[in-house]
């Protein structure tokens, strides 16, 4: 136990067993963008609530902007807690910035949607 309560350590570990992340990988990825920056040596970044699923960096993600289907990768996850290590995934229920490359700020607005198709991805984790 750290001086202030629990630990570093203890306060990370306590976080993940609150993340079922058998239960993301058996979802697909789903965010609602909340709002879009460009960041230099970054790129276009869209940041929300992640509703269900996990992604890692890396992976392809789908945008339903309006209707229209953009593809973008993800090149960066900055998921916004001091309760773990940064891994370069997002879980449900984090808020998250992800740095998506193929896309524009200017292409993206408020309530899109970013998806990851996980399920197919992994098959069925036990």
């Known amino acids: ?13 306590e976080y993940m067993s ?3 992340v058998t239960a993301c990988l058996n979802q697909d990825f789903e ?5 879009i920056y460009t960041i230099v040596g970054v790129g276009t970044v869209a ?18 902007t309006s209707g229209n289907i ?3 990768t993800v090149t960066a996850v900055d998921a916004h807690t001091k309760e773990r290590k940064p891994n370069g ?8 910035g992800l740095g ?6 200017e ?5 899109d949607t970013v998806i990851i198709q996980n399920a197919n991805k992994y098959g069925k984790v036990d």
């Open 1 to 13: 136990m750290g001086l202030f309560g629990k630990s570093k350590k203890e306060r990370e570990k």
């Open 18 to 20: 609150k993340i079922n």
């Open 31 to 35: 965010m609602t963008i909340d709002d």
């Open 47 to 64: 940041t929300g609530t992640v509703s269900g699923g996990m992604c890692r960096e890396g992976e392809v993600a789908k945008v339903n």
């Open 70 to 72: 953009l593809e973008a």
């Open 89 to 96: 995934c997002a879980y449900r229920t984090e808020h998250v």
């Open 100 to 105: 998506l490359r193929g896309i524009t700020k």
């Open 107 to 111: 292409q993206l607005k408020k309530g």
